[in-house]
């Protein structure tokens, strides 16, 4: 069993920077990848970036160039850092995470593929 916490979120004007952290317990995080999808209101959970065991990073179009996401091992923790933030980047993010790696880098963008998550911090951004 995988208890993963998501810290970070707040409220940032547009062009900001925030840095969520996803803590996880329970496991070696390192064996798992980790994902970070975000939820605004009225609208559908949507793939924001993954990242495999391997160190392989993955992004959704929408976050490319401005958001990166990173592991701290030693610490069991994933860290996503977003940079010139948007009022469309306003959500509520959470992490996900599964033990392995995928077949295929798309099945990363689903979010039924993870079978642990976290509670969510929210993130808002004003324009």
């Known amino acids: 069993q995988v208890q993963l916490v998501e810290s970070g979120g707040g409220l940032v004007q547009a062009g900001g920077s925030l840095r969520l952290s996803c803590a996880a317990s329970g496991r070696i995080f390192s064996n798992y990848a980790t994902g970070w999808f975000r939820q605004a209101p009225g609208k559908e959970r949507e793939f924001v970036a993954c990242?495999?065991?391997?160190?392989?990073?993955y992004y959704a179009e929408s976050v490319k160039g401005r958001f990166t996401i990173s592991r701290d091992n030693a610490e069991n923790t994933v860290y996503l850092q977003m940079n010139s933030l948007k009022p469309e980047d306003t959500a509520v993010y959470y992490c996900?995470?599964?033990?392995?790696?995928?077949?295929?880098?798309?099945?990363?963008?689903?979010?039924?593929?993870?079978?642990?998550w976290g509670q969510g911090t929210q993130v808002t951004v004003s324009s």
């Open positions: 990242i495999e065991s391997s160190g392989s990073t």
């Open positions: 996900a995470a599964r033990l392995g790696s995928a077949p295929y880098p798309s099945v990363y963008l689903q979010a039924s593929y993870y079978n642990y």
